[in-house]
């Protein structure tokens, strides 16, 4: 297939060469006629020049002139066929050159070596058998000089310097076709091997920037010299980033890479740049001219199996404690009722009873919670059409807590938006984000709707904001939104948030919340490579 390609694009190329080289010869041309023509007209040396008929030496100069014009216009236009038209301004040349040295004394003068160069342009731009004729035609042209000479003349014999200056046109025209070859080859070669440089630029540059993993070009100075799609979607960077410092765009991953030169062999840990970008792991090499090579690898796909894994033994441990816990739990409990209802009348015993049942019923919600986590340890993924999912949802979820629909907001950005993932776990995730939202949100507040929900796509990702109108989460308790155990709501046991984000990790999305948005916001975004487009 190369090689057919080679052949189709060869001869084109080929062909604008020789149009250049014969429009290089024809300026040739038009500068030899004006020289021929200005010398004479002038009276400049040397005086032969037209000296055996100068009226028509001067109509021939002239015309030699016109015609000289005629063939670079012609040449430079690329008029007519290559082939036809190179033989017709060869043999013109011969009969006007032949002329002017007729009319100038002879071959004595040595204007008959002019004929060189045009033979040797017959050689090189010619076939083999027709710069032969271009050789033979100037040969032909000499001996008729030369015995039209003799003829007129005084008699004296001038066959061998025509004879000499023949044998001088096809040596001349051999030595020229094989040069003529060699270079020709030589010219095909280059094309060929630059062709194929630009076919293996374009590849790699095709592969990297589709490549999954991101790619960064950092000189020593940490300025980003080349970065691909990829690594620009990882880091949240734009075009613009290249030729800026990596300090400035992306200061994390630059404070790893100073590291990293340090050689400090824990310098790239997974990070995560932005809390709506998923997290990253790079890899650095230096490159010979002393550029480090970054490579970004997206964690998603290995966070997603560690994920799965992790739910799996979770559920085999609660499974098996489940029974060790629950019931004691459930004998403290019952034993307390049983406390309470012999000393329902002391105040103290009452109080006291009532902790011991209020936190047994906490203790629960807990085992409850977790052994809910465990129950669907294998995650089944299916396709899931967002928009009618998500108006279903929110229909069930208002009729079950009894609230007005009119206090959530769907604003689908994307109608035609699907998903990989666990529709069961899809739907606990949502269930527990939107009854948080609805929690924490002002009820009162006649401006904005307590809870919006926005489906739409960034950055080759499908994402799902679900914002209220509260007072958002507070800079202390951001650090352990996601923690197990640790929550700021009353009764609540701190494990919605974690059990939302590892139910997203398994299914290979990103639960992440922003807070620098103006009103409380959980994003969950799904990548690329879960997306499905309808």
Same mark, same amino acid.
């Given at each position: 297939?190369e090689w057919?390609?080679?052949?189709?694009?060869?001869?084109?190329?080929?062909l604008? !060469?020789?149009?250049?080289?014969?429009?290089?010869?024809?300026?040739?041309?038009?500068?030899?006629?004006?020289?021929?023509?200005?010398?004479?007209?002038?009276?400049?040396?040397?005086?032969?020049?037209?000296?055996?008929?100068?009226?028509?030496?001067?109509?021939i100069?002239?015309?030699?002139?016109? %015609?000289?014009?005629?063939?670079?216009v012609?040449?430079?236009?690329?008029?007519g066929?290559f082939?036809?038209?190179?033989q017709?301004?060869?043999?013109?040349?011969?009969?006007?050159?032949?002329?002017?040295?007729?009319?100038?004394?002879g071959?004595?003068?040595?204007?008959g070596?002019?004929l060189?160069?045009?033979? !040797?342009?017959?050689?090189?731009?010619?076939?083999?058998?027709?710069?032969?004729f271009?050789a033979?035609?100037?040969?032909?042209?000499?001996?008729?000089? +030369?015995s039209?000479s003799?003829?007129?003349?005084?008699?004296?014999?001038?066959?061998s310097?025509?004879?000499?200056?023949?044998?001088?046109f096809? !040596?001349?025209?051999?030595?020229?076709?094989?040069?003529?070859?060699?270079?020709? @080859?030589?010219?095909?070669?280059?094309?060929?091997h630059?062709?194929?440089?630009?076919?293996?630029?374009?590849?790699?540059?095709?592969?990297?920037?589709?490549?999954?993993?991101? +790619?960064?070009?950092?000189?020593?100075?940490?300025?980003?010299k080349?970065?691909?799609?990829?690594?620009?979607?990882?880091?949240?960077?734009? #075009?613009?980033?290249?030729g800026r410092?990596?300090?400035?765009?992306?200061?994390?991953?630059?404070k790893?890479?100073?590291m990293?030169?340090?050689h400090?062999?824990?310098?790239?840990?997974?990070?995560? %740049?932005?809390?709506?970008?998923?997290?990253?792991?790079?890899r650095?090499?230096?490159?010979t001219?002393g550029?480090?090579?970054?490579?970004?690898?997206?964690?998603?796909a290995?966070a997603?199996?560690?994920?799965?894994?992790?739910?799996?033994?979770?559920?085999?441990?609660t499974?098996?404690?489940?029974?060790? %816990?629950?019931?004691?739990?459930?004998a403290i409990?019952?034993?307390s009722?049983?406390?309470?209802e012999?000393?329902n009348?002391?105040?103290?015993?009452?109080?006291?009873t009532?902790?011991?049942?209020?936190?047994s019923?906490? +203790?629960?919600g807990?085992i409850?919670?977790?052994?809910?986590?465990?129950?669907?340890?294998?995650?089944?993924?299916t396709?899931?059409?967002?928009?009618?999912?998500?108006?279903?949802?929110?229909?069930?979820?208002c009729?079950?807590?009894? !609230?007005?629909?009119?206090?959530?907001?769907l604003?689908?950005?994307?109608?035609?938006?699907?998903?990989n993932m666990?529709?069961?776990? @899809?739907?606990?995730?949502?269930?527990?984000?939107?009854?948080?939202?609805? #929690?924490?949100?002002?009820k009162?507040?006649? %401006?904005?709707?307590?809870?919006?929900?926005?489906?739409?796509?960034?950055?080759?990702?499908?994402?799902?904001?679900i914002?209220?109108?509260?007072?958002?989460?507070?800079?202390?308790?951001?650090?352990?939104?996601?923690?197990?155990?640790?929550?700021?709501?009353?009764g609540?046991?701190?494990l919605?948030?974690?059990?939302?984000?590892?139910?997203c990790?398994?299914?290979?999305?990103?639960?992440?919340?922003?807070?620098?948005?103006?009103?409380?916001?959980?994003?969950?975004?799904f990548?690329?490579?879960?997306q499905?487009?309808?």
């Amino acid at each position: 297939m190369e090689w057919f390609k080679f052949r189709i694009t060869s001869p084109s190329s080929s062909l604008g !060469v020789s149009w250049r080289e014969l429009t290089i010869f024809s300026a040739y041309r038009v500068f030899l006629a004006v020289m021929l023509f200005a010398t004479f007209y002038l009276e400049l040396p040397p005086s032969f020049l037209g000296q055996s008929n100068p009226v028509l030496y001067l109509t021939i100069s002239l015309l030699y002139l016109l %015609i000289a014009l005629v063939w670079l216009v012609s040449s430079f236009s690329k008029w007519g066929e290559f082939s036809f038209q190179t033989q017709i301004q060869l043999i013109s040349d011969i009969v006007f050159i032949t002329l002017l040295v007729h009319f100038s004394g002879g071959l004595q003068t040595g204007l008959g070596t002019l004929l060189v160069v045009v033979v !040797v342009t017959g050689g090189t731009l010619t076939p083999g058998r027709i710069s032969l004729f271009i050789a033979a035609m100037a040969a032909l042209s000499v001996l008729l000089e +030369v015995s039209y000479s003799q003829f007129t003349g005084d008699g004296v014999t001038k066959y061998s310097h025509a004879g000499m200056l023949g044998a001088t046109f096809f !040596v001349t025209a051999l030595l020229a076709q094989t040069l003529s070859k060699k270079m020709k @080859l030589s010219q095909v070669l280059v094309e060929k091997h630059s062709q194929n440089a630009a076919k293996s630029a374009a590849l790699n540059e095709h592969i990297i920037s589709s490549m999954q993993t991101g +790619v960064l070009v950092v000189d020593e100075y940490g300025v980003v010299k080349l970065s691909n799609q990829s690594a620009r979607k990882l880091l949240g960077l734009n #075009h613009q980033s290249t030729g800026r410092s990596l300090a400035d765009t992306v200061p994390a991953l630059s404070k790893q890479l100073t590291m990293w030169r340090n050689h400090n062999e824990a310098a790239f840990e997974t990070v995560q %740049i932005r809390p709506d970008l998923p997290e990253i792991h790079a890899r650095a090499t230096v490159l010979t001219n002393g550029e480090t090579l970054i490579y970004l690898d997206n964690t998603s796909a290995l966070a997603q199996q560690a994920q799965q894994l992790k739910l799996a033994s979770l559920g085999r441990l609660t499974a098996s404690i489940a029974h060790e %816990i629950r019931n004691p739990l459930g004998a403290i409990s019952h034993a307390s009722e049983l406390l309470a209802e012999v000393h329902n009348n002391d105040s103290a015993s009452s109080k006291l009873t009532d902790i011991i049942q209020r936190h047994s019923a906490r +203790v629960n919600g807990i085992i409850e919670t977790i052994l809910e986590m465990s129950r669907r340890k294998v995650v089944k993924p299916t396709v899931v059409a967002l928009a009618p999912w998500l108006k279903e949802f929110l229909t069930e979820f208002c009729e079950f807590k009894h !609230v007005q629909q009119h206090d959530f907001k769907l604003m689908i950005s994307s109608s035609l938006a699907s998903v990989n993932m666990d529709p069961e776990q @899809l739907h606990q995730v949502m269930w527990n984000l939107v009854e948080n939202a609805w #929690h924490y949100s002002d009820k009162t507040s006649s %401006i904005k709707p307590p809870v919006q929900v926005h489906l739409y796509h960034q950055y080759n990702e499908v994402v799902i904001d679900i914002r209220d109108n509260g007072k958002g989460v507070t800079d202390n308790m951001q650090q352990y939104l996601f923690e197990p155990f640790h929550s700021d709501r009353t009764g609540g046991t701190g494990l919605g948030l974690y059990l939302a984000r590892e139910l997203c990790q398994a299914n290979g999305a990103r639960l992440n919340y922003l807070p620098d948005q103006p009103e409380r916001c959980f994003r969950i975004s799904f990548p690329l490579v879960n997306q499905r487009t309808l």
